[in-house]
C-alpha cells in the first residue's frame, strides 16, 4: 500500500480524489475479476464460414422456449430469459413451406423416422429413388420404401412439421419438406432439455 500510495503522490492526478484516478493506473489487484464462460463452437465444414451453432450449456433448471426465425435460418434457445445458445437451421424450401406462429412440442421420439419422405430400394437393397415421397413414386416388386432419418424428432403441428436433427447444405438457405432440421449435436442438447410442452415459435 505504501508503493500505491507514493505513485499516487507523484503522479500529476495529485489534484484528483482517489475515485477519478483512471482505471489504467490502477495496481491490477484491484481490477475486477470476471468469469467468461465460453461457448462451444461447431464450425461447418467451410471453417470460413460462421459458427454452425453456439451452445453457453444448459444453465440452471428451468422453463426452456425456442424462437425460430425464418428469415436468418436460425434457432435462438432460452432457459429461464436466459439465451443458451443459436444454431442454423434448414427449414421448408419452396413449395413446402414451414409453418409460423407458436406451437408446443407434442410428442418426442429418438429414433423417429419419416412415413412420408425417404428413398425406395429394390429388393436387393439397391436405392433406385434417393428422394421418394411414400404413396406418390412407384415401388419394384419386391422394393420397399424406407422412410428418411428424424433423429430427436419434436413434432410441432399435426400434420408432421417438427424438429430433428438433419443436414443444413448451405447454413442460411432453407433446404427441407417443411420440418426444422438442426445440426445433430445441438437438437440433441435441445431434445434434452425441452420437455413436452416446451413453447415454440416460428416467427417469418
Known amino acids: 500500500m505504501k508503493a500505491i500510495r507514493a505513485l499516487l503522490l507523484t503522479s500529476p492526478l495529485l489534484g484528483l480524489c482517489s475515485c477519478q484516478v483512471p482505471m489504467d493506473l490502477m495496481p491490477s489487484v484491484f481490477a475486477r475479476q470476471e468469469v467468461i464462460r465460453r461457448p462451444l463452437l461447431v464450425q461447418p465444414a467451410d471453417a470460413s ?4 451453432y453456439v451452445w453457453h450449456g444448459a444453465g440452471e433448471p428451468g422453463p426452456v422456449r425456442v424462437t ?54 429394390d429388393a436387393n437393397g439397391n436405392v ?19 422412410g428418411a432419418k428424424m433423429p430427436y424428432w419434436m413434432r410441432l403441428t399435426g400434420n408432421g412439421v417438427g424438429m430433428h436433427a438433419g443436414n443444413i447444405p448451405n447454413p442460411g438457405s432453407p433446404a427441407s419438406h417443411g420440418c426444422v432440421r438442426m ?19 416460428i416467427v417469418p
Open 49 to 52: 464460414h460462421s459458427p454452425l
Open 68 to 121: 425460430i426465425d425464418l428469415s436468418q435460418q436460425k434457432a435462438y434457445i432460452f432457459r429461464n430469459s436466459q439465451n443458451v445458445g443459436w444454431t442454423y437451421v434448414a427449414t421448408g424450401r419452396s413449395g413446402f413451406p414451414t409453418p409460423t406462429g407458436t406451437f408446443r412440442i407434442s410428442e418426442k421420439v429418438v429414433d423417429k423416422r419419416s412415413n412420408k419422405y425417404g428413398t425406395i430400394v
Open 128 to 146: 433406385v429413388n434417393g428422394n421418394a415421397t411414400a404413396g406418390v413414386h412407384r415401388v419394384p416388386p419386391g422394393g420397399r420404401f424406407v
Open 183 to 201: 445440426p445433430y449435436n445441438m437438437v440433441s442438447k435441445i431434445y434434452g432439455i425441452a420437455p413436452i410442452g416446451t413453447p415454440v415459435t
